[in-house]
């Protein structure tokens, strides 16, 4: 018997390009502005440690185009000076980037033991419900993409969902379906990460 709920991963592995990317996309380059972006970055790192600036240039393409194409990793490569299979190897392991077309709005329902502990899998399923999708997928409306991730590190703000980059705490299943008209009128403004500054007193 096991403390975690039984929340599968999406079976289609949305993160994982398993060496399978779904397209190898149109020739990629930055934008002037981003190429001088990475390429000050990169001064930061010894020339022979140019890979710790992998997480940053692939943040850079991921921004361009909303997510990596095959042509996108292999031009990180490129800047880098490693191999697209390196730059892959990154892509897939962390949950933040993506292969293939995400919504607006990318919900990252925390699934890890504490935020598991107060309601994560009915704040995953109302979600999916009101949505009509399940974890992975975008809905119908290119608004809403649902991802299961391990812990956000802000456990004491369970259940946390991260949208795109920022938290959203304590978000109680019977309230998913007003969060999620909230964001969908008002943006950003609706969520309450510590970090935004909208703690109350
Ligand atoms: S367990 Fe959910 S943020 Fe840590």
């Known amino acids: 018997m096991s403390f975690h709920p039984p929340m599968d991963y999406a079976p289609a592995k949305f993160h994982k390009s398993a060496r399978h990317l779904p397209e190898d996309g149109r020739e990629f380059v930055y934008t002037p502005e981003n190429q001088a972006r990475f390429d000050e970055n990169v001064k930061r790192y010894p020339p022979d440690q140019r890979k710790s600036a992998i997480l940053f240039a692939l943040y850079l393409a991921q921004g361009q185009d909303g997510y990596l194409t095959a042509a996108a990793m292999r031009y990180v490569a490129s800047q880098i000076g490693c ?119």
């Open 83 to 201: 191999s697209a299979a390196e730059v892959e190897d990154v892509v897939s392991y962390y949950t933040m980037f993506f292969t293939r077309p995400v919504g607006t709005y990318v919900l990252n329902v925390c699934r890890t033991l504490s935020c598991a502990l107060r309601g994560a899998e009915r704040v995953s399923r109302e979600i999916a419900d009101t949505l009509g999708i399940k974890p992975g997928e975008t809905d119908a409306s290119g608004t809403f993409t649902l991802v299961e991730v391990e812990c956000l590190g802000a456990c004491d703000r369970a259940p946390l969902v991260m949208v795109n980059d920022d938290w959203h705490e304590c978000l109680k299943p019977e309230d998913v379906r007003r969060f999620l008209d909230e964001l969908r009128a008002r943006g950003p403004a609706v969520l309450t990460g510590c970090h935004l500054d909208k703690e109350k007193a």
